[in-house]
């Protein structure tokens, strides 16, 4: 069966990965486009290479070498132009055509550009592709000097020369992302400066009472806050030679914020341009179904960042918007290549195929760093003296509930939001052991006790984290990204992988977000003082 892959980033990685025994077989004839030179790695920690506290061999996951002496066709520096539909062919910028019986698409999103007076935003929709396809294909935009995003190796070295220097970095976005260059710019000697039209950080997933202790923590930090200012412009400084550089940003309400480099982090996009040329289904990615397929062409499949999954039904076929969007994570679409490999290396084998993949629950989301701990899953914009809704009295798990706790002078918050006991929510920030706690007993659906308070604990100073057997059993998940648990990482370490490093390379935890390694560093210091053996605790 031939495979064909566009995309070799994380994503598409794994997935050549999971195909690896297919192609050795004879059973999957797989090549794989992608259009940047270098291996393929992990986007999440280029804020780390950007700081210098990675190397780019350190965040590589592809395995280039092992993928050829397999049998895999790598087409690396190369862009694939169009999709035949018809002809069931890719075309290459080489003119090219690659054939397949299944098309895979990991093209990975784009950062998004923002409307600024002073930066170019091109257009990406059907008109436009047709019209100008070859300059937007596959192609990232084009930015004045003094101005970058944070998605590859090329802008990491941009961020790292100001770094280097000691310069003033404007990051324009709160977001994670944005967020975590601010801080370890500023820890490696740089100014950072966040610049946001909201009333807090991290919007998406904190409450007004985290933001607000989040926001004070930045600032304790050294990272200058600007919130309630909407950028409308930038402004360049003029060469003696005629070539121009980022001075300034403007905003709505006549700030100049000045610096070195102006970091544009406003979320991302899906890329979709193949797929809009090729007449397939897009919304906020290229639309597939539960089981990753196009809605618009069965032989062609979309995993990671360009993935919008709808299940198909009669009402979701008629509507003219479709609801959710790409996860925009890494651990989800690590999860979704590994399925779909795993359904094609089935039906190049004529075996039974497994049902329906995976069903993502609500995503994880960490910032990362020093001093600084934020944990936040679900919806958790429900106040403690909210009204009881008529929902709530019909939802079978029960009325909703929340528990918050402060203690802003000190950088602590904790809201919990359950159902029937059970946790469906929360926000922790500042408080790290009570957020690895939290987030155990949201992955299994445990009920929380009675007295909430009690979990506050983990964090106090009498704590010992070697006495609590339960945050060591060995079915307890220590890497969400890939699924490793403590029984996984107390096996590597049977084997000799003693560091953090090492049980990433075995066992690819701490590999993903990199959320957890500070576990992993606790659970190998746990393992070693127990003589490698895990809690018998389940």
């Given at each position: 069966?031939?495979?064909?892959?566009?995309?070799?980033?994380?994503?598409?990685?794994?997935?050549?990965?999971?195909?690896?025994?297919?192609?050795?077989?004879?059973?999957?004839?797989?090549?794989?486009?992608?259009?940047?030179?270098?291996?393929?790695?992990?986007?999440?920690?280029?804020?780390?290479?950007?700081?210098g506290r990675t190397d780019l061999e350190s965040i590589i996951v592809a395995d280039r070498a092992g993928a050829a002496a397999s049998g895999v066709r790598l087409l690396t520096g190369t862009t694939a132009s169009a999709i035949d539909?018809?002809?069931?062919?890719?075309?290459?910028?080489?003119?090219?055509?690659?054939?397949?019986?299944?098309?895979?698409?990991?093209?990975?999103?784009?950062?998004?550009?923002?409307?600024?007076?002073?930066?170019?935003?091109?257009?990406?929709?059907?008109?436009?592709?047709?019209?100008?396809?070859?300059?937007?294909?596959?192609?990232?935009?084009?930015?004045?000097?003094?101005?970058?995003?944070?998605?590859?190796?090329?802008?990491?070295?941009?961020?790292?020369?100001?770094?280097?220097?000691?310069?003033?970095?404007?990051?324009?976005?709160?977001?994670?992302?944005?967020?975590?260059?601010?801080?370890?710019?500023?820890?490696?000697?740089?100014?950072?400066?966040?610049?946001?039209?909201?009333?807090?950080?991290?919007?998406?997933?904190?409450?007004?009472?985290?933001?607000?202790?989040?926001?004070?923590?930045?600032?304790?930090?050294?990272?200058?806050?600007?919130?309630?200012?909407?950028?409308?412009?930038?402004?360049?400084?003029?060469?003696?030679?005629?070539?121009?550089?980022?001075?300034?940003?403007?905003?709505?309400?006549?700030?100049?914020?000045?610096?070195?480099?102006?970091?544009?982090?406003?979320?991302?996009?899906?890329?979709?341009?193949?797929?809009?040329?090729?007449?397939?289904?897009?919304?906020?990615?290229?639309?597939?179904?539960?089981?990753?397929?196009?809605?618009?062409?069965?032989?062609?499949?979309?995993?990671?960042?360009?993935?919008?999954?709808?299940?198909?039904?009669?009402?979701?076929?008629?509507?003219?918007?479709?609801?959710?969007?790409?996860?925009?994570?890494?651990?989800?679409?690590?999860?979704?290549?590994?399925?779909?490999?795993?359904q094609l290396r089935a039906e190049a084998s004529a075996l039974p195929v497994d049902s329906a993949a995976p069903v993502e629950r609500d995503a994880l989301v960490m910032l990362k760093a020093e001093g600084i701990d934020v944990v936040?899953?679900?919806?958790?914009?429900?106040?403690?003296?909210?009204?009881?809704?008529?929902?709530?009295?019909?939802?079978?798990?029960?009325?909703?509930?929340?528990?918050?706790?402060?203690?802003?002078?000190?950088?602590?918050?904790?809201?919990?939001?359950?159902?029937?006991?059970?946790?469906?929510?929360?926000?922790?920030?500042?408080?790290?052991?009570?957020?690895?706690?939290?987030?155990?007993?949201?992955?299994?659906?445990?009920?929380?006790?009675?007295?909430?308070?009690?979990?506050?604990?983990?964090?106090?100073?009498?704590?010992?984290?070697s006495l609590d057997s339960d945050a060591f059993a060995p079915g307890a998940t220590v890497c969400w990204c890939n699924g490793v648990t403590v029984a996984h990482i107390a096996d590597s370490a049977a084997c000799g992988n003693t560091?953090?490093?090492?049980?990433?390379?075995?066992?690819?935890?701490?590999?993903?977000?990199?959320?957890?390694?500070?576990?992993?560093?606790?659970?190998?210091?746990?393992?070693?003082?127990?003589?490698?053996?895990?809690?018998?605790?389940?």
């Amino acid at each position: 069966m031939r495979v064909v892959l566009i995309g070799y980033g994380p994503v598409g990685s794994r997935f050549v990965d999971e195909m690896l025994q297919s192609v050795r077989d004879g059973s999957v004839e797989l090549s794989v486009i992608g259009a940047e030179t270098t291996d393929a790695y992990n986007r999440v920690l280029v804020a780390e290479l950007a700081v210098g506290r990675t190397d780019l061999e350190s965040i590589i996951v592809a395995d280039r070498a092992g993928a050829a002496a397999s049998g895999v066709r790598l087409l690396t520096g190369t862009t694939a132009s169009a999709i035949d539909t018809e002809a069931a062919e890719v075309v290459l910028d080489t003119g090219e055509r690659v054939g397949y019986d299944r098309l895979v698409l990991a093209t990975g999103a784009r950062a998004n550009i923002p409307t600024l007076d002073g930066v170019a935003k091109p257009r990406r929709d059907l008109a436009h592709l047709e019209k100008y396809g070859p300059a937007l294909v596959g192609r990232d935009d084009e930015l004045p000097t003094g101005i970058t995003v944070l998605r590859d190796v090329a802008d990491a070295e941009r961020i790292s020369r100001t770094v280097r220097a000691g310069g003033r970095i404007v990051v324009l976005g709160a977001g994670v992302l944005g967020l975590e260059l601010a801080l370890a710019a500023t820890q490696a000697g740089a100014e950072a400066c966040v610049v946001h039209h909201g009333d807090i950080p991290m919007p998406r997933n904190l409450d007004r009472g985290g933001g607000r202790v989040l926001q004070a923590a930045l600032r304790r930090a050294g990272v200058s806050v600007v919130e309630h200012s909407r950028a409308e412009a930038v402004s360049f400084h003029e060469h003696e030679n005629g070539d121009r550089s980022f001075d300034a940003l403007i905003t709505a309400d006549g700030k100049q914020i000045r610096g070195d480099l102006l970091v544009l982090s406003c979320g991302v996009g899906a890329r979709t341009e193949l797929a809009t040329l090729a007449g397939l289904r897009t919304a906020a990615g290229i639309v597939v179904d539960a089981d990753l397929r196009s809605w618009s062409d069965p032989a062609i499949s979309a995993i990671g960042d360009c993935a919008h999954v709808v299940p198909r039904t009669a009402v979701s076929a008629e509507l003219a918007v479709l609801p959710g969007a790409p996860t925009g994570l890494i651990g989800p679409g690590w999860r979704q290549a590994a399925w779909l490999a795993a359904q094609l290396r089935a039906e190049a084998s004529a075996l039974p195929v497994d049902s329906a993949a995976p069903v993502e629950r609500d995503a994880l989301v960490m910032l990362k760093a020093e001093g600084i701990d934020v944990v936040a899953v679900g919806d958790v914009a429900a106040e403690p003296w909210d009204p009881q809704y008529a929902d709530d009295l019909v939802d079978p798990r029960g009325p909703q509930r929340v528990a918050q706790w402060a203690d802003p002078e000190n950088g602590s918050y904790v809201k919990l939001v359950t159902r029937g006991g059970v946790l469906t929510a929360f926000v922790c920030v500042g408080m790290p052991r009570t957020a690895a706690e939290l987030t155990l007993l949201h992955e299994r659906g445990a009920e929380l006790p009675a007295d909430r308070s009690v979990l506050l604990r983990f964090d106090g100073p009498d704590y010992t984290p070697s006495l609590d057997s339960d945050a060591f059993a060995p079915g307890a998940t220590v890497c969400w990204c890939n699924g490793v648990t403590v029984a996984h990482i107390a096996d590597s370490a049977a084997c000799g992988n003693t560091t953090v490093d090492c049980i990433g390379k075995d066992t690819r935890a701490g590999t993903g977000c990199g959320g957890c390694k500070g576990r992993i560093a606790d659970l190998l210091v746990h393992l070693e003082a127990t003589g490698g053996a895990a809690s018998a605790t389940v």
